[in-house]
């Protein structure tokens, strides 16, 4: 089992930067792929960034690439999502999630990762 929790959600005005981060606990971090996915109103929960397991490999969603920036720490059991320029459709919930995986893929689909986080609120204002 892996415990995941987020912090680091907010208001921001658009334009502006805002980092969510997600810490782990439980069995070996490094084990597992980590992914952001978000939800915004009304919307299906959908794909964001996600890292490999020694944090060599990375995907973005389309729509977020250059504006936003994954990272992990192993030695810390955490990830973080630097969300940089921010956009008003930017805002949702986002979920910290990881898939345990046995090479270094990077996991893009969300019913592929095993856990998942409660989410932290971005809030982006025009």
């Known amino acids: 089992q892996v415990q995941l929790v987020e912090s680091g959600g907010g208001l921001v005005q658009a334009g502006g930067s805002l980092r969510v981060s997600c810490t782990a606990s439980?069995?070996?971090?490094?084990?597992?792929?980590m992914g952001w996915f978000r939800r915004a109103p009304g919307k299906e929960r959908e794909f964001v960034a996600a890292?490999?397991?020694?944090?060599?490999?990375?995907h973005y969603r389309d729509i977020v690439k250059g504006r936003f920036t994954i990272s992990r720490d192993n030695a810390k059991n955490t990830v973080s999502l630097q969300m940089n320029s921010l956009k008003p459709e930017d805002t949702a919930v986002y979920y910290c999630?990881?898939?345990?995986?046995?090479?270094?893929?990077?996991?893009?689909?969300?019913?592929?990762?095993?856990?998942w986080g409660q989410g932290t609120q971005v809030t982006v204002s025009s």
């Open positions: 999630a990881a898939a345990e995986v046995e090479a270094t893929n990077v996991v893009i689909t969300l019913y592929e990762y095993d856990y």
């Open positions: 890292i490999s397991r020694n944090g060599g490999s990375t």
């Open positions: 439980g069995r070996t971090f490094s084990s597992y792929c």
